[in-house]
């Protein structure tokens, strides 16, 4: 005989490999409190509907938060052989309470069961997640304040091309970081709705109160067919593909990083508290952090490209194959918070070399566009300008010159239209200053892209803030 929950229909006990291949609690127990909370709510709502009585109800809930005390306090021991949370938890509170314990189960599947854990896990993640982001956009917008008229150059292709701020270059990353929070915003949204009452598959027999459930467990929606609300993963699959863009964001500002503290650019220096030597090499300090963030971000996307696979082939409705949705969006979930949380120090312990950046963007020809643009304004066509100022390259590199070198004779040769105020057109803070445009790298409008980030971590945070009251808390 079987000594399982399951375990009438079984003549054998189950193989220990067995046991221990199938197992999830090794992995599903960090989802205890919504677990507990969830069958508070599913025992709450039992009695209220006259499915089983109050006594019961009450032993139920106490036995709940006598486990939920021995799991914080540690002295909970989970059991392989009873698979998952949801099994672990029933079986000692039958083991404490008896057959109040047993009641418990009643109208319920561990298919909702499951299904409503993770919607309240991830739920409660998103809104950690929200909080990261919003940190490391602040810690973004405070280095550009910090270094507010640093003038570095702008690349394309690697190659410098324009001169622009700093601060307009770490502003673009929290534009990213902005479309990430209201990625994640969706996500919340999509979690939000509550599974429980789908039964195994098909709804119960029970006149059980759904909406009962959900308003105890602050849920906005309930799903509205059984066979979607046990199988459907897309909250996870959303929540990894946010998770995906944002750390290709971490990645893309980490290669920059590392590209910056080499010696070859020198334009940052990193905190010696946030990077590590050589056990060989003496004169090493490696920008660990980045490099690691960027190899974990594969890791996030192989967890997306994962529960697509796993999910492409299934029928409906639940099938054991969708146990394998949790080890990946934990690993998410912890990599991405982590990942946010470190990149807000890195970015809080960065110097910026201003002097070097200027220098790269006065020893080169990053203002040659200007140079054209001004041409422009005295009248040129400007396919023209553009011939003419890559004329003025091509001349200053054979005179191993920088186009503010040139004497006025020469900028005559190259074109009637070149009189004395070419020379202020062409100073990088000019260039910077001139391109006004919305959006644009110019002082001006830097500050207007300073003031918009304000305003939209202020309703960042309010929407956060608002997630963040609806989470349970069992006391
Ligand atoms: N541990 C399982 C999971 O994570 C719980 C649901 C099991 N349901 C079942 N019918 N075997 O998916």
New binding site residues.
């Given amino acids: 005989m079987s000594t399982k929950l399951w375990g009438g229909r079984f003549t054998k006990t189950t193989d220990e490999m067995i046991n221990e291949f199938q197992a ?1 609690i090794g992995f ?1 127990k960090r989802m205890y409190h919504e677990d507990i909370a969830g069958s508070i709510a599913h025992a709450s709502m039992l009695a209220k509907c006259g499915i089983i009585s109050d006594e019961d109800c009450a032993a139920i809930v106490g036995g709940l938060k006598d486990i939920l005390a021995q799991i914080e306090k540690g002295t909970f021991s989970f059991d392989v052989a009873l ?2 949370i ?1 099994m672990n938890i029933e079986k000692r509170l039958t083991d404490a309470i008896g057959e109040a314990g047993g009641r418990l189960h009643t109208a319920r ?3 909702d ?2 299904a409503l854990d993770t919607h309240m896990y991830v739920r409660k993640q998103v809104v950690e997640v929200e909080k990261l982001i919003l940190d490391m956009q602040r810690a973004l917008v405070e280095t550009a304040q910090k270094y507010g008229d640093v003038i570095m150059p702008g690349y394309t292709h690697l190659q410098r091309a324009q001169p622009i701020l700093f601060a307009h270059h770490l502003l673009a990353y929290f534009a990213m970081l902005s479309r990430d929070y209201a990625r994640f915003a969706g996500v919340y949204e999509r979690a939000d709705i509550m599974p429980l009452g789908a039964g ?1 598959l098909a709804g119960t027999t029970f006149p059980i109160d759904r909406e009962f459930v959900a308003r105890q467990l602050n849920f906005a929606h309930i799903y509205g067919n059984s066979l979607d609300a046990v199988s459907d993963r897309d909250y996870i699959m959303e929540f990894l593909s946010a998770a995906s863009i944002l750390m290709v964001h971490l990645s893309r500002l980490s290669e920059e990083t590392v590209l910056w503290c080499s010696r070859e650019f020198s334009f940052i220096e990193l905190d010696d508290a946030h990077c590590t030597g050589s056990s060989m090499m003496p004169q090493k300090k490696n920008p660990d952090v980045s490099e690691l963030v960027r190899g974990k971000t594969g890791r996030v996307i192989g967890h997306l490209m994962a529960m697509l696979t796993t999910v492409k082939g299934l029928p409906l409705a ?1 099938n ?1 194959d ?2 394998e ?2 080890e990946g969006v934990f690993d998410a979930i912890d990599t991405v918070k982590f990942s946010l949380a470190v990149y807000a120090q890195i970015l809080r312990g960065m110097k910026v070399r201003a002097d070097v950046m200027k220098k790269a963007v006065t020893e080169d020809f990053s203002n040659a566009t200007d140079l054209a643009d001004y041409l422009v304004r005295k009248g040129m066509p400007f396919r023209q300008a553009h011939a003419v100022s890559g004329q003025a390259v091509h001349y200053c590199i054979e005179q191993h010159k920088w186009l503010e070198d040139l004497t006025m004779d020469e900028f005559k040769t190259l074109s009637p239209l070149f009189a004395e105020d070419i020379r202020d057109a062409i100073r990088p803070e000019t260039c910077v200053k001139n391109r006004n445009s919305l959006g644009g790298t110019s002082y001006e409008q830097v500050a207007r892209q300073l003031e918009a980030a304000a305003a939209l971590m202020e309703s960042e945070q309010k929407i956060t803030a608002q997630q963040e009251e609806k989470q349970i808390d069992v006391k």
Avoid: F, M
């Fill in positions: 999830s599903d698979e998952d949801h599947s561990r298919n069961q499951v195994a639940y054991k969708l146990q949705d949790k």
